[in-house]
C-alpha cells in the first residue's frame, strides 16, 4: 500500500514543477490538513498510505520544496510519531527533512472551565479549539539544525502588553474573571526558533491563530486573534520577558485575518503588515487571481484559502497565511502554491484542504539587524 501511495505520490511531483526556485532560502508555511478526528489517526494515515488528503498534501510538498516549512495544522503526538513518519514518506520521495521541532500545543489542552461563556463544557473549552489534546498543532520541518529559543505558547493572554481582552456590556471579565486568570493567548502556539543555515544563522517566530469567528457580541476570537498577530510587535519593541531577535529572522505562520476583507478587528494585520521592521513580500498565485468572489475588497491573486462564498455560508477567499522576513533580507521570489485550474497540480492542493502554502525565496541578510525601535 504505501509503495502504490509512494509511486502515485512520485507520479503527481513528475507532473508538476512546482513553483520555480531561485537562488537562496526558501521558506513557506502551510495550513495542509494533517489534523483527524482523534489520537493516533494521523499516524495511521500517514502509515498506511491510503489517505488521500495526506497523498495530496505530500505531493504538494514535494511539488513546494521548501528548505524551510512551518505546517500549522498537524496533529501533535508527544513523541513526534506521526512528524517522522511524514518525514519519512516525503524522503522516500527524495525531499530530506533530517530536522524537525514540534512543542506542545495549546489545542485541545483542558481547562476544566466555562472559557467560551455558553455554560456548556466542549472543545472551545479548551486552551485553544480541539477535538483532543495536540489537535492541528504546529510543527517545523527543516533541511538545517533547528534550536528552540522560547516559546510563548504558556503565555496569559492578559500578561500581553496592550491586550485586547472580552469583556461583557457592563465591562466585566468575558465570561469570568477565572477565565481570564487561566486563558492563554495562543490558541496553538508562538514559538522563536534558530535555524543553523549555511549562509548563517536565522531566527523564525513561527505562529497559527484562532479564526475570529464562532463567538458572540464580546468578539472573544476576534480579538484574541488580533492579539496573536500582535504579540510579535510587543516582542519587537522589546516589551516581553523574551528578548528581541537580534539577527536576521522571519515571521510565518497562519494569522486567520485578511487585511481587507473576512472578520477581525479594523487593521489588526495591517498593523503587522505595515511595520518598518519587517517587509510583506505580497506572494501572489494565477489560481487565487482566477477564483476571485465578488464584492471583496483585497487583491484575490493575495489569497491563501479557498472558501465558500457568502452565498454558501462561508468568508469566501481569504489572505491568512504569511510569510514576513525581517528588513534586512533581499526578497529574490515569492508565491502562492495555487496554481490556475489547467495546471495538473490545482487539483492536487485541493484536495490537501482549503488553506494554500506560501512561499517566499530569500538570500541571506547582510550583518545583524538590530530590530528595536519604531513600533506598531
Not at 281 to 295: I, T
Not at 335 to 350: M, S
Request: proline residues 11%.
Amino acid at each position: 500500500m504505501i509503495r502504490a501511495a509512494l509511486a502515485l505520490i512520485a507520479l503527481l511531483a513528475g507532473l508538476v514543477g512546482g513553483p520555480a526556485r531561485a537562488e537562496g532560502i526558501r521558506v513557506a508555511t502551510w495550513g495542509a490538513s494533517f489534523t483527524r478526528d482523534g489520537p493516533g489517526l494521523l499516524l495511521r494515515a500517514i502509515l498506511r498510505g491510503d489517505d488521500s488528503q495526506a497523498n495530496a498534501a505530500i505531493a504538494g510538498l514535494l511539488a513546494l520544496r521548501a528548505d524551510l516549512l512551518v505546517l500549522t495544522r498537524v496533529d501533535w503526538d508527544g513523541d513526534g510519531a506521526a512528524l517522522a513518519a511524514l518525514a519519512d514518506r516525503l524522503e522516500e520521495a527524495g525531499l530530506s527533512y533530517p530536522h524537525r521541532f514540534a512543542a506542545r500545543p495549546n489545542a485541545g489542552l483542558t481547562t476544566g472551565l466555562d472559557l467560551d461563556g455558553d455554560g456548556r463544557s466542549g472543545p472551545r473549552d479548551a486552551q485553544g479549539y480541539g477535538r483532543f489534546p495536540g489537535s492541528g498543532g504546529l510543527a517545523i520541518l527543516s533541511r538545517w539544525p533547528l534550536r528552540s529559543i522560547a516559546d510563548l505558547t504558556p503565555l496569559l493572554w492578559r500578561d500581553l502588553p496592550g491586550a485586547r481582552l472580552p469583556r461583557h456590556p457592563d465591562g466585566s471579565p468575558f465570561p469570568s474573571e477565572a477565565a481570564w486568570a487561566v486563558q492563554r493567548l495562543s490558541s496553538t502556539g508562538h514559538w522563536l526558533v534558530e535555524v543553523e543555515a549555511p549562509g548563517g544563522s536565522f531566527t523564525i517566530g513561527a505562529w497559527a491563530a484562532t479564526p475570529p469567528v464562532f463567538d458572540g457580541p464580546e468578539d472573544r476570537n476576534g480579538l484574541r486573534a488580533a492579539d496573536e498577530a500582535a504579540v510579535w510587535l510587543r516582542l519587537l519593541d522589546g516589551a516581553l520577558s523574551v528578548p528581541p531577535p537580534r539577527g536576521p529572522f522571519v515571521l510565518l505562520g497562519l494569522a486567520n485575518l485578511d487585511p481587507a476583507d473576512g472578520e477581525g478587528p479594523e487593521g489588526a494585520i495591517a498593523a503587522l503588515l505595515g511595520d518598518g521592521r519587517l517587509q510583506d513580500p505580497r506572494p501572489a498565485s494565477d489560481g487565487g487571481r482566477l477564483a476571485a468572489d465578488p464584492g471583496q475588497g483585497g487583491d484575490p491573486a493575495l489569497d491563501t484559502a479557498d472558501w465558500p462564498g457568502p452565498d454558501e455560508g462561508g468568508p469566501g477567499n481569504l489572505r491568512v497565511s504569511y510569510v514576513l522576513p525581517s528588513a534586512g533580507w533581499a526578497v529574490l521570489d515569492s508565491g502562492v502554491l495555487w496554481p490556475p485550474p489547467d495546471d495538473p497540480l490545482a487539483e492536487t492542493v485541493a484536495a490537501a484542504g482549503p488553506h494554500r502554502a506560501v512561499w517566499v525565496d530569500l538570500a541571506p541578510p547582510g550583518p545583524s539587524l538590530d530590530p528595536g525601535g519604531g513600533g506598531g
